[in-house]
T-cell receptor
Framework: DGGITQSPKYLFRKEGQNVTLSCEQN?????MYWYRQDPGQGLRLIYY???????QKGDIAEGYSVSREKKESFPLTVTSAQKNPTAFYLC??????????FGSGTRLTVV | DAKTTQPNSMESNEEEPVHLPCNHS???????IHWYRQLPSQGPEYVIHGLTSNVNNRMASLAIAEDRKSSTLILHRATLRDAAVYYCILAYTGNQFYFGTGTSLTVIP
């Protein structure tokens, strides 16, 4: 079945550590996105990529980094510069920004 | 980004119809109206979308005002599984989706 796989489902980070969240899709979608969701809030765009080897910052890119070396993969690194990383992270993909398919999310907690 | 306004929360009795409103007074002619819903601790899922005409699918119906400044998502018979946060989004091809805080729907048994 086609879809988006995010891993891990739960992730714990110590202060000062970088962590990488995985996002893989087999839908052959060109565009991929990372969103952050805080409790009781909507989704905020972190980074997006329209094509391989190209990506743009969203509204809250500070403290995050991404890469897009393959069409299927769009990993997100939460760096130590992100001072409040505890949140629910969602990856999505779409064919040319039309109709999103979301993964099941990664819940990141700072310990 | 084009913005939408939705009530923070709504309640419905089980097996009754639900009308979820959305205002989008700044909509442009090329903006599609999308609806997604999000169950707790899950990613949002597609519900329905439209441009000008009313739309129906197996999940819901979308009624779009003639001036396109508002729309209504209609769930014909609410079930407990429909309890979720519903997002109304404006988007055109090549633009990113902007998710507001949505409407939290509670279904009362």
């Amino acid at each position: 079945d086609g879809g988006i796989t995010q891993s891990p489902k739960y992730l714990f980070r110590k202060e000062g550590q970088n962590v990488t969240l995985s996002c893989e899709q087999n839908l052959n979608h060109d565009a991929m996105y990372w969103y952050r969701q805080d409790p009781g809030q909507g989704l905020r765009l972190i980074y997006y990529s329209q094509i391989v080897n190209d990506f743009q910052k969203g509204d809250i890119a500070e403290g995050y980094s991404v890469s897009r070396e393959k069409k299927e993969s769009f990993p997100l690194t939460v760096t130590s510069a992100q001072k409040n990383p505890t949140a629910f992270y969602l990856c999505a993909s779409s064919p040319h920004n039309y109709g999103y398919t979301f993964g099941s999310g990664t819940r990141l907690t700072v310990v | 980004d084009a913005k939408t306004t939705q009530p923070n929360s709504m309640e419905s009795n089980e097996e009754e119809p639900v009308h979820l409103p959305c205002n989008h007074s700044t909509i442009s002619g090329t903006d599609y109206i999308h609806w997604y819903r999000q169950l707790p601790s899950q990613g949002p899922e597609y519900v329905i979308h439209g441009l000008t005409s009313n739309v129906n699918n197996r999940m819901a119906s979308l009624a779009i005002a003639e001036d396109r400044k508002s729309s209504t998502l209609i769930l014909h018979r609410a079930t407990l599984r429909d309890a979720a946060v519903y997002y109304c989004i404006l988007a055109y091809t090549g633009n990113q989706f902007y998710f507001g805080t949505g409407t939290s729907l509670t279904v009362i048994p």
